[in-house]
């Protein structure tokens, strides 16, 4: 049958005279995003002629000339019919099929990833398709299970009851210290340049290290284009633009991504209590492949941000008149990667420029700017079932700092008041240099089942100190889709730059310590996954405030909670999740002291996230969350001090909760298709049956009664994006 099938298909159409005839050499490309359309098949007049190739392309030989009806079809696409007139041959004649109802996503969908403890892994369409994120794909993970964000405009992440400082972000493998904008309203990096985002909310392994909490492991787009591509998205509130084009030399191509804020011209300038931000991030990528070297990238990737505001506050008289804050940040890396992603060194050199200042009410400023250079090398050999990694990094980072402040808040410090605070003048210099090597092996003895185990070793030259992590975890496939994974170790965090600074903390505090445990199940069959898992963590030596050392290493508790989540694959044409967390996070401040709720405690969160594709031009998504509210510190009186000015007095820490928080986010896109691009006008609703959902409580200048601060009510937000 296969043999008379390809007698049919490589059979001329005609025997007419070789001089009288022509051929038909055609391109077939996804309508709207020229993707070439591999394996379609092309019938002329009726009979099976030819089939695609990875590029796209067929030919179709020994035609006579005149009028031939083509017809071009393939699996998830609407077949295309077409009437071509042939005098002579004809050279790449482009035919463009539409998606169908049931096709895959316009992103691309990436291989599936290997099943590990605590990590989810969401694509470009996973990320775009979660409503209300603006393109933040850090906003996006906020709909997984066991981690959440500080509130609707704070886009700061607590992870399984850390705080956001437990956690780091790498993108490419280059870490990325404080990826966000406005301490935390945005990340600065936008979903179209990501091509996948890795979180581990736990039990991560050892090539990660200096954080007790999650780890984001951001991927951006590594395709190599064939033609000058990209995508715009224009919205209320910023525009976009991602770019990618081969360069003239073989194997060079550049990927570059943009992004502005215009608050400041939207909003009214003068406008009192209100910070009008100006916000803006890149990402530039020149990459060199088929070298026989790797591949090769050398990138840059930053943000800068400003704010300026006319301030009165009710309720710190302290901070009056005009609010200044800029932060920015720029890194450039070299990076050299084995070609596939396969075996072999890897190496990354990267520095860091930032800079962060703050002018408050009358005389009050904090400066900070720290420079830095990373280095990382790494290998990885796989012999046989076995696959042993091992690599080394290390970080000199020099601090500026020049301040006249109050020191910020710690963890638990529910009695943090500005006005009533000790000011810092400080003009210091700062060099911090870390360093950590890494080993590791994975054991694979068969397919679904593996067990890799692995030490980490970090250490400074401030502490003198040298603390060695163990860490272990493993997969055991039990039956055909369904597998059990646990995941244990120590892991170490070295206490921020203000703990440690002159006047500002203590130089000889040491790293805190976390041991992660976990255990869990996963179960896949068709297009769905479903997974349960248990954690727990231990901690000890957090820094908390002391009153002779500033900070001293007395701090311990635990966090410990289940997961459970339900995921349809967005291959498929209704897709999404449903999650549930429970979770309990304590801390206890010293020795002998009571067990408390820390900050970042939330006993309970369900998410729902849902999408469908209506039509072939219309997709609906929606996304819902329920959680119990954050703890906060109550104020039950007040006093005064020798002046007459109020002094409050605080309740137990943590000992009232916010309300319960919920809220339904809905979004609608229509793309229309032409030849060579598509538009996405888009429509979201924000907070849909608009919850009154409260942010923070703060107090009246007296301390006689709360101020509730609400967050963002229901909001109508629209865009257009095109994709070319």
């Known amino acids: 049958m296969a043999v008379a099938c390809a007698a049919v298909l490589a059979a001329p159409l005609s025997r007419a005279d070789p001089e009288a005839t022509a051929s038909l050499r055609g391109i077939v490309f996804e309508l709207g995003t020229r993707r070439p359309v591999a394996g379609a098949e092309a019938s002329v007049d009726g009979r099976p002629a030819a089939v695609t190739d990875d590029r796209g392309a067929f030919v179709v030989d020994s035609l006579p000339p005149g009028l031939h009806e083509v017809r071009v079809a393939a699996f998830w696409y609407e077949p295309l019919r077409a009437s071509v007139t042939l005098t002579r041959s004809l050279e790449g004649r482009p035919f463009y099929l539409e998606p169908g109802l049931g096709a895959l996503p316009e992103v691309e969908v990436v291989a599936r990833v290997r099943r590990e403890p605590s990590r989810q892994a969401m694509t470009r369409a996973e990320l775009a398709a979660v409503p209300a994120t603006a393109g933040d794909p850090l906003r996006a993970v906020t709909a997984l299970p066991g981690v959440s964000a500080a509130s609707d405009i704070d886009s700061n992440l607590y992870v399984r009851g850390g705080g956001p400082n437990d956690n780091a972000m790498y993108v490419d493998g280059i870490p990325a210290g404080y990826p966000y904008h406005f301490q935390g309203v945005a990340s600065t990096f936008q979903a179209d340049a990501i091509e996948t985002l890795s979180f581990y909310s736990g039990g991560f392994p050892a090539r990660f290290g200096n954080r007790t909490g999650g780890i984001f492991d951001l991927s951006t787009r590594s395709e190599v284009p064939d033609r000058f591509a990209g995508a715009f998205d224009v919205s209320l509130i910023a525009s976009s633009l991602v770019v990618a084009s081969p360069l003239p030399a073989p194997g060079l191509s550049v990927f570059a991504a943009g992004r502005r804020g215009y608050f400041d011209f939207v909003v009214p300038h003068g406008v009192r209590d209100t910070a009008v931000p100006r916000y803006d991030d890149y990402l530039v990528k020149v990459t060199l492949t088929g070298t026989g070297w790797g591949v090769a990238t050398l990138e840059a990737f930053g943000a800068d941000d400003t704010a300026v505001a006319q301030v009165r506050s009710r309720t710190d008289p302290s901070v009056q008149g005009e609010f200044d804050w800029r932060h920015a940040f720029h890194v450039a890396a070299l990076r050299r990667e084995p070609a596939g992603g396969g075996p072999g060194l890897s190496a990354v050199l990267a520095g860091t420029l930032s800079r962060q200042s703050v002018d408050l009410g009358q005389g009050y400023f904090f400066n900070e700017s720290p420079e830095s250079a990373y280095t990382r090398i790494s290998g990885r050999l796989d012999a046989g079932a076995h696959r042993a990694a091992a690599g080394a990094e290390a970080t000199v980072t020099r601090h500026r700092l020049d301040t006249y402040f109050a020191r910020f808040p710690s963890e638990g410090q529910g009695t943090y008041s500005f006005s009533l605070l000790t000011k810092i003048r400080s003009t210091s210099r700062l060099m ?167 900050d970042y405690d939330l006993p309970h969160a369900v998410t729902a996230v849902g999408r469908g594709r209506l039509t072939k031009a219309l997709t609906v998504s929606a996304r819902w969350r329920w959680s119990t509210g954050l703890p906060y510190t109550p104020v039950t009186g007040q006093t005064a001090d020798a002046t007459g000015a109020a002094v409050p007095v605080f309740g137990a820490v943590n000992s009232r909760r916010l309300p319960a928080y919920h809220r339904l986010d809905l979004r609608a896109e229509y793309r229309v298709r032409f030849e060579t691009w598509t538009l996405v006008p888009y429509l979201e609703l924000l907070n849909a049956y608009d919850r009154r959902n409260l942010a923070t409580v703060v107090w009246t200048s007296n301390y006689s009664g709360e101020r509730r601060i609400r967050q963002l009510p229901r909001t109508l937000f629209f865009g257009l994006g095109a994709t070319f």
């Open 432 to 598: 911090e240099r870390q360093g950590g090597v890494w080993l590791s092996d994975r054991w694979e003895p068969n397919p679904g089942s593996w067990i890799e185990v692995g030490a980490r070793a970090d250490g400074d030259t401030r502490a003198r100190r040298v603390t060695p992590a163990p860490r272990v975890a493993g997969r055991i496939a039990v039956a055909r889709g369904l597998g059990v994974q646990a995941a244990g170790g120590l892991y170490l965090q070295p206490p921020q730059t203000l703990e440690v600074a002159p006047d500002w903390g203590n130089p000889h505090l040491a790293s805190s310590r976390a041991w992660h445990g976990i255990l869990g199940a996963v179960a896949e069959r068709g297009g769905w996954v479903a997974s349960v898992e248990a954690y727990v963590k231990r901690y000890d030596d957090l820094v908390t405030p002391d009153p002779a050392a500033i900070y001293a290493n007395k701090g311990s508790g635990y966090a410990r909670g289940a997961e459970v989540l339900v995921r349809r694959s967005f291959e498929e044409r209704l897709a999404g999740w449903l999650g549930y967390a429970w979770a309990a996070s304590r801390r206890r401040d010293a020795p002998g002291g009571d067990l408390r709720r820390s």
